[in-house]
């Protein structure tokens, strides 16, 4: 079974917003982990936003 589009935007938001996921589906979880490593690699890159072209 696949995510719904607002499942994920849920779960989405959980994860930027430091929250705990809440639930112990195995679908989610990896979600979940999946945007945390994404937030955690673009914080080392640097890459938190739209750089400017001045």
């Known amino acids: ?3 719904s589009a607002h499942r994920q ?3 989405y ?4 917003m430091e929250y705990g996921l809440g639930s112990e589906d ?3 979880v ?4 999946q945007i945390k490593e994404e937030m955690k690699r ?3 890159k640097r890459n938190l936003g739209i750089s400017r072209k001045d």
Do not use: Q, S
């Open 42 to 44: 673009d914080r080392e």
């Open 30 to 33: 990896a979600y979940y982990k």
């Open 1 to 3: 079974m696949t995510l």
């Open 26 to 28: 195995p679908e989610e």
């Open 13 to 16: 938001i959980a994860a930027t």
């Open 9 to 11: 935007h849920k779960i």
